[in-house]
């Protein structure tokens, strides 16, 4: 999978969206990427899951365990998982007040390596407080796939826990030439 087929299956399923919006950190943007409308498209998905696959070989991570942010990357982790035929635990971003309460679902054992993958990165706030709940946990986690990152700083606080921040497509590809 190339990053242009990757850009042009975004765009065509329109989940790349120009005007003004708000961002979940309260900023607002030009653009927005949708991750629900590339997250319920098929191609989408499996393109998703090859580059992500192919990432994780690349980088030595084959046969590590998955964690999916709740709840944007839980399509991406439950169909990067069957991909690699590696298991996965969802990260929540708080707990429930019922049933185990538990802020990782999911089978985890302490010591164990941990990729997490998510949708979209702008601050990595998110990100951030997924790889701290599974350090808390008991995971190992140095890395963090990401479908896009927006470029807005999320790398960089990242870094600051001692993470990596790796993208299928920064905002600058995505938008490069868009019409």
Do not use: W
């Amino acid at each position: 999978m190339t990053t242009q087929e990757l850009i042009d299956a975004l765009r065509d399923a329109d989940a790349v969206k120009f005007g003004e919006f708000e961002l979940s950190h309260g900023g607002t943007s030009e653009y927005y990427v949708d991750k629900y409308v590339f997250e319920t498209n098929p191609t989408c998905l499996e393109l998703i899951a090859e580059a992500f696959a192919e990432r994780l070989r690349e980088g030595g991570y084959e046969g590590t365990k998955l964690a999916g942010v709740a709840l944007g990357a839980v399509p991406l982790v439950a169909v990067t998982s069957v991909e690699t035929g590696t298991p996965y635990v969802i990260a929540r971003k708080q707990q429930k007040e019922y049933g185990t309460a538990n802020l990782i679902e999911g089978d985890l054992e302490a010591g164990e390596e941990v990729v997490v993958l998510e949708d979209i990165a702008t601050t990595g706030q998110s990100a951030v407080d997924a790889v701290e709940a599974l350090r808390d946990a008991g995971a190992v986690v140095d890395r963090v796939l990401v479908v896009v990152d927006r470029e807005e700083g999320a790398a960089e606080n990242l870094a600051e826990v001692d993470v990596e921040l790796d993208a299928l497509l920064t905002a600058e590809e995505l938008l490069a030439d868009a019409e």
